[in-house]
């Protein structure tokens, strides 16, 4: 079989709709694609990133699919501690990227905090709690040797290195769709958006120590 390992909200759903050549339906609870296939090999999630995790448990949940060689399954679970050998083909979307990792967190952003329900919290409490939650999004998914790498940006951006991934394989209509739900990543404005502004407020937190003082 073949993998494809991502952290949550980087496109898992809509890579292997791609490489398996499906078109999924959309979820209505978080407008992520509702891939059955992305989600075969999860066996759990983190805020952050997927590394500890029970490497005997990923496997056996695998061997328990009894699939074909073909065929493309997702999980959350960082694949540096595993053994790639047992698979035909591993993919790796990493966020090394500074694009990478706040378009992922604006992703987040938009289920978390626009989309759902409303929130209790209001004012400057909704943004500590909005720019505490920005945190877990600026810890890496990082490169495995052995895996096909690609930074999430890459996807995004639909550039070069992405188009070669996904070569041989119709991507017009699952590119399409998911830019339609993810308009908010292709604003002329994104760089200063608020979800962004929470982002950089974070990372600033993180590096100094200390809270963000507002002017």
Partial sequence: MNLV???????????VDILSDTFSLINPINNGINSVAHSLGKI?????????FDKTQFINK???LKL??????????????????IFNQVICVTTMTYR????????????YYFNSTPWQLAGMDLV?????TAKNYIIPFSPVPGAINI????????????????????????LHRWKE????????????????QRYYEAELELSLDQRYVYN
Avoid at 151 to 161: A, D, G, L, P, S
Avoid at 181 to 196: E, G, H, M, R, T
Wanted: proline share 3%; hydrophobic share 35%.
């Fill in 181 to 196: 739900i993810n308009k908010f990543l292709y604003a002329n404005d994104f760089w200063q958006s608020i979800p962004v």
């Fill in 128 to 132: 500590d709690k909005q720019r505490e």
């Fill in 151 to 174: 930074e999430f940006n890459e996807i995004v951006e639909n550039n070069v290195q992405f188009q070669h991934l996904v070569n041989g394989h119709n991507t017009y209509d699952s």
């Fill in 44 to 52: 759990g999630d983190s805020a952050t990133v997927l590394t500890d």
């Fill in 5 to 15: 390992c991502f952290p949550h909200y980087t496109c898992g759903g809509l890579l």
């Fill in 68 to 85: 074909s060689n073909d065929q493309w399954v997702g999980t959350h679970c960082w694949p540096g501690n595993i053994d790639l050998d």
């Fill in 100 to 111: 990478s990792r706040i378009y992922r967190w604006v992703r987040a952003f938009y289920h």
């Fill in 62 to 64: 695998l061997n328990s």
